[in-house]
């Protein structure tokens, strides 16, 4: 898609700081992370969300998802992954995305519960 910031970070034409690519899918640096590693990963080929996603592409993003928290040192302790879908899920850009988020202890719940 033309217009999607992720499309463009797949394509090259935006720059990130890239922790892991292949031709299916790229790993980079959250420009907000929400803990001290927090990378995006990203599939090449646009898809909105994970509901009309590829399901072999989901299967094989979770399968490279080991080897990049081994990368970035968080597999042994722990970390957490998220994959935001719509608006009322926390989704703010519509191109398949998860977050592998870790390197300090996660609290649960994420969120402070409505009153």
Not at 82 to 93: A, L, P, S, Y
Request: glycine share 10%; proline share 8%; aromatic share 6%.
């Amino acid at each position: 898609m033309a217009d999607c910031v992720f499309c463009k970070i797949a394509a090259g034409e935006i720059p990130s700081n890239k922790v892991y690519e292949d031709d299916k899918m790229v790993a980079f640096k959250d420009l907000e992370p929400a803990a001290p590693v927090h990378v995006l990963l990203i599939p090449k080929k646009h898809f909105d969300n994970v509901t009309v996603a590829d399901p072999e592409l989901v299967a094989y993003m979770v399968g490279k998802v080991g080897e990049i928290a081994n990368k970035l040192g968080v597999a042994e302790k722990g970390f957490r992954l998220v994959i935001n879908t719509g608006d009322e899920g926390g989704q703010t850009i519509h191109h398949l995305h998860m977050h592998l988020i870790g390197g300090k202890a996660l609290g649960w719940p994420p969120f402070p519960p409505e009153k």
